[in-house]
């Protein structure tokens, strides 16, 4: 790499100024990411550049001057002039980046030490210096070291801090609480989900105090603003890691954060019980305490009992609430759709996956319903206000709960909707048949009906038969690789860009695949010609593939 060469190129400073560890920073103000990890990095750089031996250069992806001029007035470090579009361009190319934020980490002759940089920063932050594989490779092993001989001071404290704080501001220290039952409770107050956990959560913490039981809470708070961490922390009757502690990173990635809320466990001995107790909060309320194996086989035990006595009115019915709505808005008592096939379809107005999947699955409902099968769909929305679900639900031939019914929390829980569209599929019994309802109308339509195990067998079998005699490799003119025949769900055809089922020939090597039709040069029932449209989603969803998820 002509590494320094560039360097002589873009830096217009002397090159012996510049010493020890190099980091170009990629990042641009228009990217959020890039914001957020902005303050990160110059913590991290403010700390070693006292050192002399850490030195960042900004290298710019905005679009004009004036935002360059804008977002490197909050840096500490250097920049590549914004008029030196070449060397930017350059770098970029150099450097291969695909995308912001994103550092590189060269040593002091210039050799890449790390294209992960953001990442280090990110787990490791001033921990991570030099950034050398040898030293990432260390920490990794302190870590699980770590894990092995944890306590709650080893969780709790740091080298500057022994102590949590309370609601008032108190220090209480982390010896206080040893042999206690503590709750590492995680979360953000902007963040929706954390905001309406946290009452259940108080909830359940007021209860287990009251009758006596040693058990504590310690916010980790992943807030950012100093003001929406003393409100949050105000309105909580447990503890506190000061605001913007440097341990919570580090027991974000110790713990392998991926949701919120989260709240995990440790045991009295300082041992984790459970990395995350909030869905059998949200469940089983001060009934899931003390957290520990034997309770939650317990609590499972409990569960499969349940649902072999589950009946459609104890999933439809709480209190009053005991109809579903019909096209004139006309109640329809849930016991008249006692012994029918009851298809529950999480969905929105909003969600651009959810309205390419309607047409198939009243497609689907009208053949069915054609046959006299005892069939019933009940609409479950989440969507933002009323005039979104009657424009939604006016082209449905089906029921629905009403608009903001309470027991659409209660379902979504039971059923674990983290994605829509979603559909469960509750037999005559009132049992559970499958919650994988939706993958099958889109699969086999109309046929999957009843949407039982012994049915997909059936369907299987025939889907086999169907294939005999059929190459298992071809070439094809339309690509350079062998294609191999494979079963797979529905996909679009690389050939005639319409929808296919479960036979493809697909590239082992490349992301393409032929419908058998297109391969073969016959129509082998595989097709389907009705495509996904795109749209954006919704705002606090992300729409990735056929669903959208929460967060």
């Not at 400073?13 to 920073?25: A, F, P, T």
């Not at 350059?90 to 550092?103: A, N, S, T």
């Not at 019915?317 to 298809?343: C, E, Q």
Request: net charge negative; hydrophobic share 35%.
């Amino acid at each position: 790499m002509e590494i320094m060469k560039i360097y002589e190129l873009l830096l217009r400073v002397k090159l012996d100024s510049l010493k020890g560890k190099i980091g170009l920073y990629f990042s641009a103000s228009w990217c959020g990411p890039c914001q957020r990890f902005t303050p990160i990095l110059a913590e991290v750089y403010n700390e070693l550049s006292r050192q002399g031996d850490f030195e960042v250069i900004f290298v710019s992806g905005d679009e004009d001057d004036e935002a360059f001029k804008g977002y490197f007035s909050k840096m500490p470090w250097l920049a590549v002039p914004f008029s030196d579009s070449e060397t930017r361009d350059k770098l970029d190319e150099l450097f291969k980046v695909m995308g912001i934020p994103h550092l590189v980490i060269l040593d002091e002759n210039g050799k890449v030490l790390s294209d992960g940089g953001v990442e280090i920063i990110r787990e490791y932050g001033v921990e991570g210096y030099p950034f050398t594989v040898e030293r990432i490779k260390e920490m990794k092993e302190q870590e699980e070291r770590a894990k092995r001989e944890q306590s709650l001071r080893s969780v709790l404290t740091s080298h500057s801090r022994d102590f949590v704080i309370s609601s008032d501001g108190r220090k209480i220290s982390v010896s206080e609480l040893e042999g206690k039952t503590i709750g590492l409770y995680f979360s953000m107050s902007s963040y929706k989900a954390s905001a309406e956990f946290t009452p259940r959560l108080v909830e359940v913490y007021e209860k287990l105090k009251g009758k006596g039981e040693s058990f504590e809470i310690v916010l980790i708070s992943l807030d950012d603003e100093e003001e929406s961490f003393k409100r949050d922390l105000g309105s909580m009757p447990w503890l506190a890691l000061p605001f913007k502690d440097k341990s919570r990173e580090k027991l974000a990635r110790y713990f392998e954060l991926s949701t919120l809320p989260t709240l995990v466990i440790i045991g009295p001995d300082g041992k984790t019980l459970h990395s995350n107790v909030a869905e059998a909060i949200e469940e089983h309320g001060v009934g899931a305490f003390p957290f520990t194996p034997e309770k939650f086989a317990e609590l499972a035990e409990i569960q499969r009992a349940k649902e072999e006595s589950q009946t459609l009115e104890s999933v439809l019915v709480s209190g009053d609430l005991d109809f579903v709505v019909g096209k004139n808005g006309g109640k329809v008592p849930v016991s008249d759709l006692a012994g029918k096939t009851i298809l529950l379809y999480f969905s929105a107005h909003w969600c651009p996956p959810c309205r390419a999947f309607l047409p198939k699955l009243i497609d689907a409902y009208k053949k069915i319903k054609e046959r006299n099968e005892s069939l019933e769909v009940v609409f479950i929305s989440s969507d933002r206000d009323q005039t979104s679900f009657d424009e939604f639900f006016k082209g449905m031939p089906w029921l629905a709960l009403p608009f903001g019914d309470a027991r659409k929390a209660s379902l979504s829980r039971k059923f674990k909707v983290s994605g829509i569209p979603m559909l469960v599929a509750i037999g005559p019994s009132g049992r559970t048949i499958t919650k994988e309802a939706r993958d099958m109308i889109a699969v086999h339509g109309a046929e999957a009906y009843p949407f039982t195990e012994e049915r997909m067998k059936e369907i299987d079998g025939q889907y086999n038969e169907m294939a005999k005699g059929w190459p298992e490799k071809v070439k094809h003119a339309l690509h350079e690789h062998e294609l191999v025949l494979d079963r797979c769900g529905v996909y679009s055809c690389d050939g005639c860009d319409e929808e296919g089922r479960v036979w493809a020939f697909s590239c082992d090597e490349c992301d393409f695949c032929l419908h058998p039709n297109c391969t073969l040069g016959e129509d082998k029932g595989t097709k389907d010609d009705k495509s996904e449209e795109q749209n954006p989603s919704k705002e606090g969803w992300r729409c990735d593939g056929g669903l959208c998820y929460k967060g």
